[in-house]
Structures are given as structure tokens and as C-alpha cells.
């Protein structure tokens, strides 16, 4: 084999891979969403599907599940996103101040967290907001009642059924999803931390910098490639979120709880399955978080070596 | 006794504020296991019961022998382990050749692949899930766990090489060189040089892909029929019934789900952070 074959040589399978299992498909999705796809395309001997141009677009518009899944997708991702990322960055600058010993117990902690799989996170705050044997509702009936009827406008939270509504099942997912993901940021920001040189935090001390000054002169400037980074994935992981929603909301029933993503699945695999349509919802999800990224996924771009 | 200053006082309230973090983030997970080994008359209570009064093995027992829909739960963990172990082994050799294809050769469009692999991370997978299902169909792979293995290497490749090229990277090209010099071929230079150097690298991306594959929901969900073929977090979904939910039942098998997942995770907890900012952290 000559030798300028050989590099060629050892990516083929993997570029077929990535090839046949992601860049053909996402090919297939646009090309699906002007289609329509139903159950006699996709059984043995298919027949050709219809093409519709844009109408599964402007059906997905008008349909008021639209308005409905896009409002949860956005406001999830942005409540989500923030929490995370301002939870994940204080955890980590803690961690950051802690003794050795006391740090890694932090991590070791935050880790079990981390790595509890996503089915099993929202199966364990479901049932922590179970509305007669939760731990949660329990809590909040500790709470004084004077207290709980200031700030919550009732006292007794006995069997407040959580995952029946939209709103609080949103709720759940948040709290559930937060958990998940900040220890994920909160490690990232303290590898950040600990590759800033303590040089400049002795000389912002010696000027008599105070804490949020250095954090703003300081440690945000320079570990703003980590943030955009943590922010993008961020993104993407909550924008699509999919496993926990569909566990807190007991599966694709509950219409009203449904965000894009949930939306698309319910199209294309309940009967009948509009494939074509659930096809144009996704791409409609995939544009939308497309266009919030490219800005910093040029800039990872940029920052990561790839040269 | 010294005199409480204030940078004690300090030093004591973030040492609080680390405990917090550690008990919000560790209670869920001790309430899971907790839970599984409560009889059911200390779970359904409004009582706080912060652990087993009186401890039963009866949710475990009862998850491995009679289990959930039909099949015991250790089928379960057995297709998931099945699964999980064949997207490792396909993958990560696929993501060695490439990784070392990378970062050991210059040639025209590295950057290009390079680039690419960042692209497709940002793919949703929920997007691809429609025409996937379709491509596994009419590969006569839907309801086989093979067309799970094929759909999760895809899934978990991109990451697997970007995070093993920067393990190769770092083995100093020397040794083949030296290696080369002796007289070795290229692939006894790969085999016997680079290889072994590369094996702690190539077990912490293994890990990594293992616990995607191992949690992965709606591949599962969507691309297998057959109850006897479900994987773990696909069959925890039928402990709920239309009244009740089994909840000592759901917890001990969550519980025998997780603990695989935190051994693991233990092991190439800082790995996977360094891997998944890669670069970004250089000043």
C-alpha cells in the first residue's frame, strides 16, 4: 500500500459510519419532511411516498401543539440552561476554595449525580414529588405554615399531585434536569480554575481587588472559551431533552406537556404514524438550535486545536 | 482553642456550603437505594422514614425472578451489557484507527474530518430518530439488539475519537520512530509501541461510550418490539401500571441499573471532563 493511502485507509470505517448513520439520515429527515410517509411506505415493498412540498411546514405552524411545544422547549431551555450554568459555575468556584480533602468529597458527591442514567433521574424525582408517599411534599409541610402561605399562598401539601399538570411536570423536569447536568459544568469551570496561574489573583489582591471584581476581570475573561463550550452543550442537551420528559410525563398522553422534540416522536410513532410530519417538526427543532449555536460553534471552531 | 477569626468563619461556611452541594446531589440517588430496600408499608407512608426500618431483600428478589413484562430483570441487564459491549468493541476499534489516522498522519482534509466530527456532536439524535428507524426496517435489523449496537456506535464514535486522538497525541512519536529504525513494520509498531501506551486512553473512551449505550432510552424505545429483547431503562417504563406504580420494584431495579454506572464512572471521572474540553482550557 503506498503511504499516502495509509491515513485514508484507517478512517474509512469510521467515516462510513458517521457517513450512514448520521449524514445520510439527517439528509433523509429534510428530504422526509416533504413527504408523506405513512404506514405504506414503511412496510415490506414500499410504495413511493407523496410529495407534499411544504405542506407538513405549514400544517406544523398552524397546529396550536406547535405554539404549545415550542413554548415548553423555549422556556425549558432557557430556565434550564441558566440554572445549570450558574449552579455548575458557583459549585465549581466553591470547589475551587475548598481544602484537598474536602473538594474531592465535593466531587466524588456531586459525581453520584453525574451518573445516575437519565431514566433512573427522572424515575427518582418522580417519585420524590409523589403526591402522598413523596419526600418533597413532606418538606414543604415542615416548612411553618405562616411561611408556606406567604410565599406559596397555601400551607398544607398533602397529595399535591406534581406530575398531573403541564406547568409542574415542567417544574420536576427542571429541578431533575439541574441535578443531572451541573456537576458536569461545575468540574469543567474548576479544570478551568485550576489552569488560571494564581499569579494574577495574588496581584488582584495586592490591588485590593474584591471577590466579584476578580471574578469579573479575571476569571470570566479568561475562562470564556470553557463557558462557551459548556454553554452550547448546554444547549443542546436541554433543547432536545427527551428520556426525562417522556418518564415524568408517563409517556406521549399528556398533550399539553409535550415540547418539540416529544412532539415529533408522537407524530411519527403513535398510530397513524405521519413520519413526513414528524420528520418536519424535527428539522424545524434542528434549525432553531442550529441557528442559537453557529455563532459559538464558530467559535469553538476557532478555540478548539483542529489544526 | 484558637480564636475564631474571620477567615475560620470563612473557611467553615464554605466547608457548609460543600456539604449542601454533596447532600442535594447524593440524597436522591441514597433515597433510590433506600427505597428498595424498605418493606412496602415504610414506602407508601406520608411518614418521612429516612432508612430501612426493617431492611427486606424482597424488590430485588422479586425484580430477578418474577421481574417486569414477562422476563426476568436480569434479561434485562443482560441485553443492555449485550448492547453496551458490542458498541465498545465495534467502536473503539473504529475510533483508534481514526484517532491515530489523525493525529499521527498529515494529510488533505484532516482539519475537514476534524471539523466534521465537532458538526456532528451537534446533531440531535431524537432528530435522526425517524429515517433511522426506517434504515434499521429495511436492514431487517428492527427488534434485533445488533441494530441497537449499529445505531449507538454511530452515536458514540464522533465523541470517541476526539476524545482518544488527544491520548495518542500524547505518546511521543520517538518511540515509533526508534521502533521504525529497528526495523519493525508499521503495523509491529502500532501493535507493540503504540498500542500498549494508548490502552489507558482506549479503556477511559471505552467507559465513556459503554455508559452512553448502557443509558440510552429512545433508540430502545423505538427500534425494538420484542419485550424479551428490552433494555434496562426501557423496561423500568413497565413497573408503572395504570393505577399503581411498583415503586420498591422500580427502585431496586434503578438501583441494580446504576451501581455498573457509578463504578464506572468513578474510574475515568477526570478523562472524560479533560476530553469533552479539550483545548478549550489552553491559555
Sequence with gaps: MPAWLIPYTMLLPGLLVIAVLLLYPLYQMVDMSFHKVGLRQIRPNPQPAEFLGLDNYTQALQSDLFWISLRNTVTFAVITVALTLVTGTLVGLLMHKLGKKMSTFVIVGIMAAWATPPTATAIIWKWMFDPDAGVVNWLLNLLPDGLSTLVFGRADWSGQPWLNDSSTIYLVLIVAVVWASFPFIAVSVLAGLKSIPSELYEAATVDGSSPVMTFRKITFPLLKPVFSVLLVLSIIWDFKVFTQLYVLAGGTTNRDAFNLSLWAYTEAFSAPPKMGFGAAIAVILTVIMLLITAVYVRQIVRTEDVR | ?283
Design chain 2, 1 to 283: 482553642m484558637r480564636p475564631l477569626t474571620a477567615t475560620r468563619l470563612k473557611k467553615s461556611g464554605l466547608n457548609a456550603a460543600g456539604v449542601l452541594v454533596v447532600l442535594f446531589s447524593v440524597f436522591p440517588v441514597y433515597w433510590m437505594v433506600a427505597t428498595a430496600f424498605k418493606p412496602n408499608d415504610e414506602i407508601f407512608t406520608t411518614r418521612f422514614i429516612p432508612f430501612p426500618l426493617a431492611p427486606t431483600m424482597d424488590h430485588v428478589q422479586r425484580v430477578l425472578t418474577k421481574g417486569v413484562a414477562g422476563h426476568s430483570v436480569w434479561q434485562y441487564l443482560l441485553n443492555s451489557a449485550i448492547v453496551a459491549v458490542g458498541t465498545v468493541l465495534i467502536g473503539s476499534v473504529f475510533a483508534l484507527l481514526a484517532a491515530t489516522a489523525v493525529s499521527r498522519f498529515r494529510f488533505r482534509f484532516r482539519t475537514s474530518f476534524l471539523i466534521l466530527l465537532l458538526i456532528v456532536q451537534m446533531v440531535p439524535a431524537e432528530a435522526l430518530l425517524i429515517p433511522l428507524f426506517l434504515m434499521v426496517k429495511r436492514l431487517g435489523l428492527y427488534d434485533q439488539l445488533l441494530g441497537l449496537i449499529v445505531v449507538n456506535v454511530g452515536f458514540t464514535l464522533p465523541f470517541a475519537i476526539w476524545m482518544l486522538r488527544t491520548f495518542v497525541a500524547a505518546v511521543p512519536k520517538e518511540l515509533e520512530e526508534a521502533a521504525a529504525i529497528d526495523g519493525a513494520s508499521r503495523f509491529v509498531t502500532f501493535w507493540k509501541v503504540l498500542f500498549p501506551l494508548v490502552a489507558p486512553g482506549l479503556v477511559a473512551t471505552s467507559i465513556f461510550s459503554f455508559i452512553t449505550a448502557w443509558n440510552e432510552f429512545v433508540f430502545a424505545l423505538t427500534l425494538i418490539n420484542d419485550q424479551g429483547k428490552y433494555t434496562m431503562p426501557v423496561a423500568l417504563q413497565f413497573f408503572t401500571g395504570q393505577r399503581s406504580t411498583d415503586w420498591g420494584g422500580i427502585m431496586a431495579a434503578s438501583t441494580l441499573m446504576t451501581i455498573p454506572v457509578i463504578a464506572f464512572f468513578l474510574l475515568v471521572q477526570r478523562r472524560m471532563v479533560s476530553g469533552l474540553v479539550a483545548g478549550a482550557v489552553k491559555g
